[in-house]
């Protein structure tokens, strides 16, 4: 089984500051990581995805995160948020093996991009 | 190429009553999951299907059922509505059924329990 903690519900930050989204997780299997994007009555949007290799990865927006294996982290960094970046921001992870493919989420972390 | 497609996006329904909610996947894409958002519980997950089969299945009641048909679409379908289903409800197609794959969203079927 697994668990998803995102340590902060929200996040408010000015224009053009960057900004760190936490994420941790606890599982007894391998895991993928990812993080997705939902806007006002949409869907969700995948942003980056973490399979294998190099721990950091970039995904699109600007946005990168980072794996840390010994800390089960996968935070979300933006070096410059824009108002259009306001959203809510989910953290997720899936079982390597395969048994068991569903998208474990974590709680979501509500980023509001002030002017 | 299209994204996927829930219909309808907004429905409202009285408790007992029963509602199905339809799901087409992007074309090519064999993997359906659906998932309950509400703001108490989050995103929960309900079940997969792959190839007309179900794969997994979430931690909820058997009032919530589904099935795949052969052109991959899916429906769901919630038996004697309870207050607590309203929830937005989430379809998410993939390629395949492997946990590497990217399960792209639907803009979701929003139901009111009444």
């Known amino acids: 089984a697994q668990s998803v903690t995102q340590l902060d519900s929200q996040v408010p930050v000015f224009e053009e500051a960057p900004v760190e989204l936490r994420c941790n997780y606890s599982?007894?299997?391998?895991?993928?990581l990812f993080w997705y994007v939902q806007y006002p009555n949409q869907g969700l949007q995948l942003l980056l995805k973490?399979?294998?290799?190099?721990?950091l990865v970039k995904g699109i927006n600007g946005f990168e995160a980072e794996f840390n294996k010994s800390q089960t982290s996968f935070h979300l960094r933006k070096p410059s948020v824009h108002i259009s970046d306001t959203a809510e921001y989910f953290c997720?992870?899936?079982?390597?093996?395969?048994?068991?493919?569903?998208?474990?989420f974590g709680s979501g972390t509500q980023l509001t991009v002030l002017p | 190429k299209a994204g996927v497609t829930q219909t309808p996006r907004y429905l409202i329904k009285t408790r007992g009553q029963q509602v199905t909610l339809s799901c087409s996947p992007i074309?090519?894409?064999?993997?359906v999951s659906w998932y309950q958002q509400t703001p108490g519980q989050g995103l929960q997950f309900l079940f997969e299907?792959?190839?007309?089969?179900?794969?997994n299945k979430g931690n909820f009641p058997g009032r919530f059922s589904g099935r795949q048909f052969s052109n991959s679409r899916s429906e769901m379908n919630v038996s004697t509505l309870e207050l607590g289903d309203s929830a937005l409800y989430l379809c998410?197609?993939?390629?395949?059924?492997?946990?590497?794959?990217?399960?792209?969203f639907g803009p979701g079927t929003r139901l009111t329990v009444l």
């Open positions: 998410a197609s993939s390629l395949t059924a492997a946990s590497y794959n990217e399960q792209f």
């Open positions: 599982s007894s299997v391998s895991v993928y």
């Open positions: 973490y399979l294998s290799g190099s721990t």
């Open positions: 997720a992870v899936s079982d390597r093996s395969g048994s068991a493919r569903q998208l474990t």
């Open positions: 074309s090519g894409h064999r993997s």
């Open positions: 299907y792959f190839s007309e089969t179900q794969r």
